[in-house]
Each structure stands twice: as structure tokens, then as C-alpha cells.
DNA sequence: TTGCGATTCGCCTTTTATTCGCTAGAATGT
DNA sequence: ACATTCTAGCGAATAAAAGGCGAATCGCAA
């Protein structure tokens, strides 16, 4: 069910008007949402999402669109089966295994969000530029944790976290980049990392 | 839901009012909170809001209508707010955005297993040991791909493919390991890896 | 029975969805 | 390398639904 970058887009846009407004748009309002000029792409759109069962629509229906969820609670995607390590020898059988892994073993039931990352200055800890962060959202935060910290409200960027004595110390892993220090009251843990998704 | 604009207005109006009042509104009074001349106006609304099975009704009985409470929306674990870019400069907002990441963005529909990697052989591409590999289950794989590959049905590694003659390169990302080489029949493809995912 | 609110009936205007024909680039298969 | 298919986009014409009006009618309850 290959979903293409457009499509996302339209997507994400109707999700996002729906929640805002507490209705689905027109098809003029998404094609001005998308920067389109013909609602003829709006339906093109519209149908082809449709067809794939990303959406559901009522033929000549006014703001009619419902976004089905179904794109993640479809067929139990979001839990997968760990069929073992790689580089130890055997071939990857496919053994019926109890073992699992999912975004919910890491998450937990925390609060949690993601961000892109861009720059290298998480590169020794093999964060890299395009790699998403998986970030809860705490105020506090442990020594040698990796924190989403803003330095005097302006500055939000990806560290890790030392205390020393009143003064913080927000290390970059990458052996080219200086540390920041900073008063502590000048430091605000946005939250901290539990872990890092990266897609080719 | 499948609502218009104007609906989603009546239906505000009526749950207030009757939060307000603690009996639900007759027609005219509908009608002036509305703005409406027209009696009709408000009939058509309300049928066609009771049609779609967001309130119910007394068939000609004054102020008989009920609001039908609002299905709430599960919160998926699967699925998280993508908040922007770290790095970037500003503080992360707690804006409602519609992007969103989640495993299924990396899987789409595809047989997915995942196996723990152990070893170092593809350090400088920044997947390292305890990290997970989510692969998808292929015999065949392109150029320059990260793959899963047994050679002599063997040894299980990951490495990226390249195709040289009639032989198969197989390349760590380790500028410290050496390629391996086989010749094509000896290599059998069991995936390529889609996505990394971490956890600290 | 009588009155008030609910219902129904045409008829109108505005908003919205749909369809058609066309161009162009990207991805795929032979 | 080529043809084919799919995505993405444009503008215009058409059709249907949504929203609205006033007036006539109906039905319950006081």
C-alpha cells in the first residue's frame, strides 16, 4: 500500500483541519491548504486515497470525508516479531517467536513526540541528520541523559546532560563540537530521549 | 464524522443552550441563535443531524431533542505528533500538528520482522549493536541497499549489496572490516532493511 | 378546542463535488 | 532504451447537495 509523499500530505492536512475545526474542509479549502490551484487534484486526490482505504466519502456528499485510523490499527503493524540477532550465523528462520517489538516498548503510556533531527551534533552517538528522536516530555532530567534542552528560552537542541555544581554542561557527541555551559536557571529540559526511529 | 460547517454550528448551539438552560431549545428559539428566518431552515438541520445519528428525537414534541454524546477519540500509542526539527533554533511548541510518524510509515504493508544487531559491521552508517533492523522479507535487493544476506547458507550478516559481474559484494560500514565477496549463487537475500529503531 | 411548537411543501441561492480533456514528470517493466 | 503506467497538476463546465425563505399544516397537551 505505497503511500507517496504528496498523498501524506493531503493526508495529514485533512487530519489536521478536522481536529482543528471540527469538520472536514471542501475541497477548495484543501486545495488552498495544499497550495493547488484545481479542485480537479483535490478529487483526484481524494478518490485515489479513497481507493487505497485511507478515507472514507459520501458520493456528492458536502465535507463528507472521514480519515479512517485504520493506517495504523490495520493489521497489527505496529507490533512486530523479533526473529533474532543479526551477524551471529544462523539464517533468520521464521520461527513462530513470542518475542516482540514495538513503538509501545518504548514508549510506554508516556507523553511522547518526535522530532527530525538536523546536524551532526549527536553523530558519535550514531543520531544523525533525517533520524527522528523520540522524546518524552519531562522538566527534569538524569546525568548523562540525552535531553531535548533550550538555553535561555531561544536555542533548543539535542544533548547530553551534565550537572556541574550550579552550572549545567550540555555535551555534543561529537568529538569536533565544544560544550555548552550554562547557569541553570538559563536551561530548560524540554525532555528527554527514549529513542531514535530512522527510515530509508 | 461527516459534518458541515453549519451543522457542527447547530449542533455547538445545542449542546450549549442545553448546558445553559438544562432543556433543550425550541425551533425559534434555534432559529434566532442561529440567525435564521426560517423555521424550516432549522427542521432540515435537525433532521438531517438526527439522520446521521448525532442527536435523537420526539417525533412533534416540544424541546425534545438529545445532543448524542461524541464518540472520543483513542489515543493510539502507535502513532506520534511530529513536532518540527531539533537544532533549529526555537523551542519545541506544544502546537497540534497534523504530521505525524509512526512505524507504520516505515512498514507501510509489508512482511516486517525485526532482528537485534550485534557487532559493528555497520557502525559508520550509525546502526550499532542493541539497535533494532526492521526488515522486510525479500529474496531480491538493489544496488547499494542494506540488506540482510547468508553466504553459504551460513553466516546470517548485515551489509550493503552491490552486484559486481557475477559476483556479490558485500560491504560493512566499517571502514576497519573488509568486504566480502561471493560468488551470486552463494548469496541468498532473506530482506533489506527499511528503518532503524533504538531504545535507551 | 385551541394554541404553540413541530412538520411539510415548493421554490430559490450558494456552496460543493464531480467530470472531462489536457500536459508533464516519475516510476516500472520489457 | 523504450513503452507503459501512475502521480500530479491545470481550467472549465456541470450537477447535486446544503442552506435558506414563507406559508400552510399537523399534533400533542393544557
Redesign the interface.
Known sequence: ???TRRQ?DVL??????T??????PSYEEIASGLGVNSLATVHKHITNLQNKGLLQR?HN??????VL?A?????G??R?????????????EAVETAE????????G?RE????????D?M?DE???SG?????ERTRTAREGE?V?A?VD??????KRFYREGSMIRLQPSNSEMAPIFAPAAAV?I??K????????
Open positions: 500500500m505505497a503511500i501524506k495529514d492536512f485533512l487530519t489536521s483541519f481536529q482543528r475545526c471540527g469538520y472536514s459520501a456528499r458536502s465535507r463528507s470525508i472521514d485510523p493506517r495504523s490499527s490495520k493489521k503493524t505496529d512486530l516479531p523479533l526473529l533474532g540477532r543479526i551477524a551471529a550465523g544462523r539464517p533468520v516482540t517489538i514495538s513503538l509501545s516498548d518504548i514508549l503510556n511522547v513526540f518526535a522530532l527530525e533531527v538536523r546536524g551534533s553523530r550514531h543520531i544523525v533520524d527522528y528522536v523520540l522524546v540525552i531535548v533550550l528560552g531561544t536555542d533548543a537542541t539535542l530548560t524540554q525532555g530521549v527514549l529513542g531514535v526511529l530512522r527510515k530509508y
